[in-house]
């Protein structure tokens, strides 16, 4: 219905626009007619944006509200001595079971009750539905002869438009920041309803990750499952192997692409590395599983080391691949961002190429280089499906990289994969690394950005 | 002037210059060579991740068949009611024309493995589709099982001994004969395009994962084309530069950098848990994947709409045009190329992002595809992560095939983004 509604939406937009326009020609074209403010397309276009807009935000929000409230107002159908001494957790369940039902799965055979709820949510679902099509369509014909009536040879309808265009531009503008104040308050909201099953000292400085144990409300206060170090630390131990392995690579190939490649060359590898940064994560995961870590596996064999299967190495590594073309590219622009007059001054003293960029472009590229190092390492931090498949699910506080650890990451996907339900803390726990996650990224984020941007000025 | 006058003229060819002037261009050789290896290790690594996936992926586009004639006896199918037969008889029976000696349970059973789990069905769909065949016999070429596949791609070593093979020795000598018969084939894997998941690798293909991924990029495109190329008008043209302005661009970059797994958490709490849209449906994929792909479009529509030079807006504004009118029907336009291939790009990237998917739900098991916006449904990079975890064999080339699939997804939208970006845009 939703489909039909934006559907009628359009048509009815269109209709107006044409309204609006051969009224505006009739006076706009007449022989000594007066003068016209606006174009008639304008005109037009008053009349559509005044019908479609308004429409369009009502059938959105009916849309997003009517499965809620249609919810609530079926639960409040329940006969009474159905619903007494039901926990909030059953109630859902008989709403879930109501709901399936109305939309014609039906898994045994229901309670009376619920059959009658179904029935009465299908036919309140297909009362609200036309109710939103006729409402829309009777908004829209409404504001359509209104503002037919305000169509005026002197009438301003070009810039009536464009103060709705502009407002219509702020507002996308603003969707941005509804985006980040939606991710901050749901992750907040959950992450405070985490804190007060599971303190949140314990979270930050408990040393025991077991969340799997606790299914059940009352194991909750079982000892400290909920101490999220080991999965910190493990985060930060293949964070920091990627690192290991993108810093060195990607920072020699940025060296060599600035100093001693020609064109030629540049035109190779660049693409080459703009492949690399295009592979989907997905795709390094499975590299992960399926070569790196045997080979892990194997090496750690020969040389007599206990290698678990999904090591921290194997992860690390891959994800080190991954960043590679992140740290080459940044550094590249850090190093080319020196003025050239430098690199020419050290050039025409007689150093050479490698004294001109250990000794110069360097130590004045090193700012931006370290903001890149940064961002990578936030990339790294919250890099989920390499981890997601290559490294393990269980929380060991260790620094072996060979051993299997896991990532905040991990256990977010490994907590909500699967049917969740809002109010266990196995899943607030999820929202509670998650806001983790966040700060810690968007801190780094920020120091970035502020080096690289203090850095750039210097030279400008 | 420098203060310490050197004693005498600088012999540069005494031993300790040359010595000096030797190792300095050494250590310039040792930093090439630091780059030289720098680059190779990444392309060497680049290389054996591409040829690990091609070498593993290329058999999941072939599936081996195997070709029999099925004796429809009137006994098992009635023909006034064809669907509703005893095809497990039906098949047995056909199978029994190559190993008439498997009499016992048993060795009827690993008769039966050698065919996909589902042939019965395969059988029982061409009859009722020509009933005709009832009584009469019935060739019909239907997928091998995910072992005998194996085997025949050779990806099963047969000299192993036994108990270390998917396929024993009974199982072999049924297919040497199949073999020898001409009965076994292995044609291009059409069904991998064709179906949806299964449980059985010989038959699952990834159409419905490739119809999710399209719904969700549509709702993704519909969503942030629109809103990020009003936004990004509105901040480089409009805006006024205060402090909300700079609130808002400061926003947009950090957007840019947040993990994509809080997306999915956002798209958790708020599209499925607070807007009631069903799990797994596109439309809240989409929605996840538009507010990613927001800050990209916002970045790249206002790098076109600088490139446009400020000639263009005085000319028009100079002749009597309204603001909106040089952005609408000047600047816009012109800075169009420019905004599609980025809008190109930021949709490939979308394609390939799977954790906020997963976070959605997009990694049901579901055997047929979406119908629509708020149908169950997998998605591309979704799909491989669901057959990656799958323990059986077959499903490992699966996975490959299926990231090679979706990397020709990526190329040819990138290479669609590299062809308008030669072809239209424009240098001033």
Aim: glycine fraction near 8%.
């Amino acid at each position: 219905m939703v489909g039909y509604s934006l559907l009628l939406i359009v048509i009815l937009s269109l209709v107006a626009y044409y309204v609006g326009r051969s009224s505006a020609k009739r006076f706009a074209g007449g022989a000594g007619s007066e003068k016209i403010h606006s174009l008639p397309g304008y005109h037009g276009a008053f009349i559509a944006v005044w019908v479609g807009i308004p429409a369009f935000v009502l059938v959105l929000l009916w849309a997003s509200f009517q499965g809620a409230t249609l919810d609530n107002l079926v639960l409040a159908s329940l006969p009474s001595g159905f619903t007494e001494g039901k926990s909030p957790a059953e109630l859902n369940l008989a709403l879930s079971e109501i709901r399936n039902l109305a939309s014609g799965r039906t898994f045994g055979t229901p309670a009376p009750e619920i059959q009658l709820a179904a029935e009465r949510l299908v036919s309140w679902q297909n009362i609200a539905s036309w109710a939103m099509l006729v409402v829309a369509a009777t908004l829209m014909i409404l504001v359509l002869v209104f503002a037919r009536t305000r169509i005026a040879p002197r009438f301003r309808a070009r810039n009536s438009v464009e103060h709705v265009l502009s407002g219509l531009m702020i507002f996308c503008s603003v969707v941005a920041i509804l985006t980040t104040v939606g991710i901050i308050v749901s992750l907040l909201y959950e992450s405070i309803a985490f804190f007060r099953l599971v303190p949140i000292t314990e979270f930050l400085f408990g040393l025991k990750w077991e969340p799997q144990i606790a299914l059940r409300p009352d194991q909750i206060a079982g000892a400290g499952a909920f101490g999220a170090v080991p999965v910190f630390a493990g985060t930060l131990l293949i964070s920091a192997i990627a690192l290991i392995v993108a810093i060195p690579i990607g920072l020699f190939t940025a060296i060599y692409l600035v100093e001693y490649a020609d064109d030629r060359v540049r035109n190779v590898v660049k693409p080459i590395m703009e492949i690399l940064a295009g592979i989907p994560t997905v795709v390094f995961g499975f590299f992960a599983v399926l070569t790196v870590a045997p080979a892990i596996r194997e090496a750690g064999g020969l040389l007599g080391v206990v290698t678990s299967p999904n090591s921290a190495l194997a992860a690390g590594f891959v994800m080190g691949i991954m960043i590679i073309p992140f740290i080459s590219s940044l550094s590249d622009d850090a190093l080319r961002a020196v003025p050239r007059s430098m690199r020419d001054g050290s050039l025409a003293m007689g150093a050479t190429a490698s004294e001109t960029m250990t000794r110069v472009l360097l130590p004045a590229a090193l700012p931006g280089i370290m903001g890149g190092i940064l961002l990578a390492a936030s990339r790294a931090i919250g890099e989920t499906m390499i981890v997601v498949m290559a490294a393990g699910l269980i929380a060991t506080l260790t620094i072996n990289p060979m051993d299997s650890v896991t990532t905040v990451t991990v256990q977010i996907v490994s907590m909500l994969i699967g049917d969740t339900s809002f109010d266990s803390p196995k899943t607030l726990a999820a929202f509670a690394l998650g806001l983790v996650l966040f700060i810690v990224t968007l801190g780094l984020n920020v120091l970035a950005l502020q080096i690289v941007k203090k850095y750039r000025e210097q030279y400008e | 002037m420098s203060e310490t006058a050197l004693t005498g003229p600088v012999d540069w060819t005494s031993e300790n210059a040359v010595g000096r002037r030797r190792s300095r261009h050494a250590a310039n050789r040792r930093l090439q060579f630091y780059g030289i290896a720098a680059i190779s290790t990444a392309i060497g690594l680049l290389g054996l991740l591409i040829t690990t996936l091609v070498i593993g992926g290329y058999p999941a586009f072939l599936q081996t068949k195997i070709t029999l004639d099925f004796p429809i006896k009137a006994e098992y199918v009635d023909a006034a009611d064809p669907a509703a037969g005893n095809y497990r008889n039906v098949v047995r029976d056909a199978l029994l024309q190559i190993a008439p000696e498997a009499t016992t349970p048993p060795q009827q059973r690993m008769l039966g493995q050698l065919l996909t789990n589902n042939t019965q069905f395969f059988v029982r769909d061409a009859v009722v589709a020509n009933p005709s065949v009832i009584g009469g016999t019935l060739t019909l070429t239907v997928p091998a099982a995910d072992p005998i596949d194996q085997l025949n791609k050779g990806l099963i070593d047969r000299t192993l001994p036994e108990n270390q093979r998917r396929v024993n020795d009974v199982q072999l000598g049924f297919y040497d004969r199949l073999v020898e018969a001409g009965q076994v084939s292995a044609p291009f894997n059409w069904a991998l395009f064709f179906n949806s998941d299964s449980r059985f690798p010989e038959l699952a293909g990834l159409a419905g994962a490739i119809t999710g991924s399209f719904y969700a990029l549509l709702i993704c495109f519909l969503i942030s084309f629109p809103v990020g190329i009003a936004a990004a008008i509105y901040l480089e043209e409009f805006a006024p530069r205060n402090r909300w302005t700079y609130l808002i661009e400061v926003n947009i970059n950090n957007l840019a950098a947040v993990p994509s797994i809080v997306f999915g958490l956002l798209g958790l709490a708020v599209f499925i848990q607070l807007f009631g849209i069903p799990r797994s449906a596109p439309l809240a994929g989409g929605m996840v994947l538009a507010l990613m792909t927001l800050p990209t479009m916002i970045i790249v529509t206002r790098n076109a709409l600088k490139a446009v030079p400020p000639s263009i807006r005085e000319g028009a504004l100079g002749v009597g045009a309204s603001k909106h009118q040089v952005i609408m029907h000047h600047v816009l336009p012109l800075s169009l190329p420019g905004i599609l291939t980025g809008t190109i790009i930021g949709l490939a990237q979308a394609l390939g992002e799977t954790a906020p998917l997963l976070l959605v739900g997009m990694n049901a098991f579901i055997t047929s595809p979406p119908g629509g916006f708020l149908e169950a449904s997998t998605a591309l990079p979704t799909q491989i992560f669901i057959w990656a975890d799958s323990p059986e064999r077959g499903f490992t080339s699966r996975t490959s095939a299926g990231i090679l699939v979706l990397l020709g997804f990526l190329i040819v939208m990138n290479g669609i983004a590299i062809f308008l970006r030669q072809r239209l845009e424009r240098r001033w």
